[in-house]
């Protein structure tokens, strides 16, 4: 099968479940209730499926290395610990934490902080370090989530109450102010990502090559890590934290579309992610009555891939 008629397989599975999600069970008496509530709800998966697959992608890109993505290097942990810190410093009545605007803004700017320096460490000297980034990334995201832990354990059940809703992955808890507000930002992020897609195909050729081709990969790399940082924190404020689904997604694009260009597979990556995540959590919740959830599943399948790569040596 071509990659555009694999695009458009895709499309169609992505528009059904949207459909069985929106439509089912409406009748002329319940269709305002019902639709305030799933509408969000769909937009949310839709808009976190995009910013984890595109994170993800440009992410394995820019560092020329499948294994990596924003998640295994400690962003979501990051995100919970931002949560945790504002509740313990200024308590759950702070507008930090009432007001959704400040706390995704204050959240977004954290994280992009992280991700610079994370890679000023990246391009320190000569050489570039990737599996000291690597085991820089997991022993930071572990210390986060340590921290978060501690302060979670010390806190008052009021306060743990605040936090608990950022700690676990869920489609049924939107915050419908979120996601209007993500909506645009996404958009802008997204399409920044898109006009760059010559450039990260250059990447594919080394970072050598690349610099004789022209590209400032320097500068480039920076770019796309604060834009990654940015779909993180929109994914992880909109649904919560999925470790290994970027990791899924990005590789099974790879495996499933043969182009190397960045205008296909930024879009397949999405669709892919998109059709995953509403497909499993309308299994979840209709087939399967809310007996498990999808962060669980996604989390089980993704280690379980992300241990069969480090076996397979398949880093590249």
């Known amino acids: 099968m071509r990659d555009n008629s694999k695009l458009i397989v895709l499309l169609i ?4 479940f949207i459909g069985l999600f929106i439509g089912l069970g409406l009748t002329a008496d319940n269709y305002q209730y019902f639709l305030s509530r799933r509408i969000p709800k769909v ?3 839709v808009l976190a499926g995009i910013a984890i697959a595109q994170s993800s992608l440009a992410f394995q890109t820019i560092t020329n290395n499948r294994i990596l993505t924003p998640s295994i290097m400690g962003f979501d942990s990051l995100y919970l610990l931002i949560q945790v810190i504002i509740v313990v410093a200024f308590g759950r009545f702070s507008a930090l934490i009432l007001n959704d605007y400040i706390n995704f803004a204050l959240s977004v700017v954290i994280m992009m902080g992280f991700s610079l320096l994370l890679f000023a460490f990246y391009f320190r000297g000569e050489k570039q370090n990737l599996i000291g980034l690597l085991l820089l ?3 930071l995201g572990q210390l986060f989530s340590n921290v978060s832990s501690f302060f979670i354990m010390l ?3 009021n ?4 936090v608990q809703s950022n700690m676990f992955a869920s489609f049924n808890n939107i ?20 006009r760059m897609h010559r450039q990260l195909d250059v990447f594919w050729l080394d970072k050598d090559n690349a610099i004789s081709l022209g ?7 920076m770019r796309v890590l604060v834009l990654s940082a940015t779909l993180i924190a929109i994914s992880t404020a909109l649904i919560g934290p999925i470790m290994f689904f970027g990791l899924l997604v990005t590789n099974l694009t790879r495996e499933l579309f043969s182009t190397y260009q960045h205008k296909v597979l930024l879009i397949a990556c999405s669709l892919l992610s998109i059709a995953a995540l509403l497909s499993g959590e309308w299994i979840v919740e209709n087939l399967f009555n809310f007996s498990t959830t999808l962060s669980i599943v996604i989390n089980f399948i993704g280690g379980v891939y992300f241990l069969s790569m480090l076996l397979r040596n398949k880093v590249n």
Do not use: E, R
Request: aromatic residues 10%; without cysteine; negative net charge.
């Open 215 to 221: 590209v400032d990969v320097q500068k480039v790399t």
């Open 155 to 157: 806190m008052d059940p």
């Open 13 to 16: 599975i992505s528009f059904i």
């Open 137 to 139: 990334g997991v022993i």
């Open 159 to 162: 306060n743990f109450a605040v």
């Open 175 to 194: 915050n419908v102010d979120l996601v209007y507000l993500s909506t645009p930002l996404l958009i802008l992020v997204v399409l920044d990502l898109y």
């Open 43 to 45: 937009l949310a998966i």
